[in-house]
């Protein structure tokens, strides 16, 4: 009976430790809201990732809280994931030009578009394994920096967006091949 409880408690512990070896990082623009992402911009926000020191990447989130489109009409927000953005949040113009400025410049995240009408806010999130992302963000995180394009074509509210990133405590060394880490998702 006491090996049995023995083995049962060790089981336990090695649970444990597999769940408690994911940490959470979180990350947010300055401005947390984009400036409400205006219909005349875009915008990207380098996030620097060296604090992840190259961990194997579980998940990444991109949350919107509260975001609502101002008016009724169908507009679209494009979201890139970007290798190449400098540090922080840019905003450029882009005229309300209804094209996506970052097609072809990183992979798409998502196109959204908001069918609940103006001022009904949602949180909204989008998960990168959903859209067989991970691997992309893998990449870009060993290079220390992770960028997110932004293209809305109207204007949309919100009170804030953050990227949360779980990552596991292994870490993705030159040690290991590329098909290694991928093979672990």
């Not at 875009?42 to 989130?61: F, K, M, P, Q």
């Amino acid at each position: 009976m006491r090996k049995i409880m023995f083995i049962g408690v060790a089981i336990l512990g090695m649970m444990t430790t597999t769940i408690s070896a994911s940490e959470v990082f979180t990350f947010t623009p300055d401005p947390e809201d984009l400036n409400d992402l205006d219909h005349y911009k875009w915008y990207t926000w380098g996030i620097d990732v060296t604090c992840l020191d190259a961990r194997i990447i579980d998940e990444v989130e991109l949350r919107f809280e509260n975001i609502s489109n101002w008016d009724n009409d169908t507009n679209i927000l494009y979201l890139h994931l970007l290798d190449t953005a400098g540090l922080g949040v840019t905003i450029g113009d882009d005229d309300q030009d209804p094209a996506d400025h970052f097609d072809g410049m990183g992979p798409l995240i998502d196109s959204w578009v908001d069918e609940n009408g103006a001022g009904t806010s949602e949180t909204l999130s989008f998960f990168f394994s959903d859209y067989g992302l991970i691997d992309d963000a893998q990449i870009f995180v060993l290079d220390g920096l992770l960028g997110i394009g932004l293209d809305p074509d109207c204007h949309y509210f919100n009170d804030g967006v953050s990227l949360i990133i779980t990552a596991s405590g292994e870490t993705a060394t030159e040690d290991l091949s590329w098909s290694d880490i991928k093979g672990r998702f």
